[in-house]
């Protein structure tokens, strides 16, 4: 189930304002020119920033996420009628033939357990083409980056356009390695509504992702530093195999 971060509407309808401006997706611009990739399936497309902006360049596209609220915010930015949008879990993903499958941000983190985790994998296999690519990041456990997901680094507010002024920090409320929970908190000034939102994440090793690509039949081509996190997290790309034979 999606975290109710994109499940609520009201917290769905501020993710952007509070999310920034998302320069990280610039680097999944140039692995997207860097493969002569002509469409792309979107896994976690979420408010569908990042679906939007390949349609914008004129690439087929399409934004899968389990989130019925974001994906209705996605469906009224423009370029948003030139994306094919699906509500579904990436465990089941429809059957498609595309270029590269993404998963930008957080989302590789959020499958928690190895069976989950291994099922997307296979599901994002069947909808690449044959020698299609798979392109995503993870954060490394080494840099404990969760020490700063506290009250006091975290908290910001925030003016939207449909919420007004937002308070907004994020709190650890598990360690339990290689799982981290987290709690966001919502503070709505004018009626000073209270909503959170709970979340998990997965920190793999790079040898423990490198090993499920490779059981579920992907050659790793690549692993790159984030150029937005150096030294914090890696940029996965994987190749599916050929013929649908390997």
């Not at 423009?78 to 579904?88: F, G, M, N």
Request: aromatic share 8%; hydrophobic share 45%; with cysteine.
């Amino acid at each position: 189930m999606p975290d109710d971060l994109f499940a609520l509407p009201r917290l769905a309808r501020v993710y952007d304002e509070l999310d920034g401006a998302r320069d990280d997706l610039d680097h999944y611009h140039a692995i997207i020119d860097e493969l002569s990739a002509s469409s792309v399936l979107d896994v976690g497309c979420g408010t569908g920033r990042f679906a939007c902006q390949l349609a914008d360049r004129g690439v087929e596209v399409a934004g899968l996420d389990p989130a019925a609220a974001s994906l209705d915010i996605a469906r009224s930015k423009p370029d948003a009628e030139r994306v094919r949008w699906i509500h579904a879990e990436a465990t089941v993903i429809p059957e498609m033939d595309t270029d590269v499958v993404t998963m930008t941000g957080n989302v590789a983190q959020v499958f928690l357990g190895d069976a989950e985790w291994s099922l997307v994998l296979a599901s994002i296999r069947q909808a690449l083409r044959p020698g299609g690519f798979v392109v995503f990041e993870a954060r490394e456990a080494v840099a404990r980056a969760w020490e700063g997901w506290t009250r006091k680094a975290t908290f910001s507010v925030h003016d939207t356009l449909a919420e007004g002024r937002v308070e907004h920090w994020t709190e650890i409320t598990e360690i339990a390695l290689p799982l981290v929970s987290f709690r966001h908190h919502y503070v709505v000034e004018r009626d000073r509504t209270r909503l959170t939102s709970h979340s998990t994440l997965r920190f793999r090793s790079r040898s423990e992702i490198e090993r499920s690509l490779a059981e579920t039949g992907f050659e790793v081509v690549a692993v790159r530093d984030a150029p937005d996190r150096p030294g914090l997290e890696n940029v996965f790309i994987a190749r599916s195999p050929l013929s649908s034979l390997n």
